[in-house]
Nanobody, 123 residues
């Protein structure tokens, strides 16, 4: 089993920054691939950024490229999402996810999910 706990969400004005954290525990092989996803009410959950822990390879959604950075600590127990130059369109519930199949941006690839942390960006 894998446990994921997000933190770091909040309210910020457009152009501001936030850093999300996700504390991960459980079997490392089950969280070989990790990622951040977001969802707004009435819409499907979408992939924001993902990482392959072994090689450090990353994938970003086009909408966040150049603004968001996904990373992990050396122990691979904390996942981060640095979000810069935020816009109102980034407002959503952000979820941390883990899996062992791939680091594609599709939520279906991930088996474990955190409870989410809300990010609200005002104009």
């Amino acid at each position: 089993q894998v446990q994921l706990v997000e933190s770091g969400g909040g309210s910020v004005e457009a152009g501001g920054s936030l850093r999300l954290s996700c504390a991960a525990s459980g079997q490392p092989s089950m969280r070989r691939y990790m990622g951040w996803f977001r969802q707004v009410p009435g819409k499907e959950r979408e992939g924001v950024a993902t990482i392959y822990s072994g090689a450090g390879s990353t994938i970003y959604a086009d909408s966040v490229k150049g603004r968001f950075t996904i990373s992990q600590d050396n122990a691979k127990t904390t996942l981060y999402l640095q979000m810069n130059n935020l816009t109102p369109e980034d407002t959503a519930m952000y979820y941390c996810a883990a899996g062992r199949r791939s680091f594609l941006l599709s939520p279906a690839e991930y088996n474990y999910w955190g409870q989410g942390t809300q990010v609200t960006v005002s104009s």
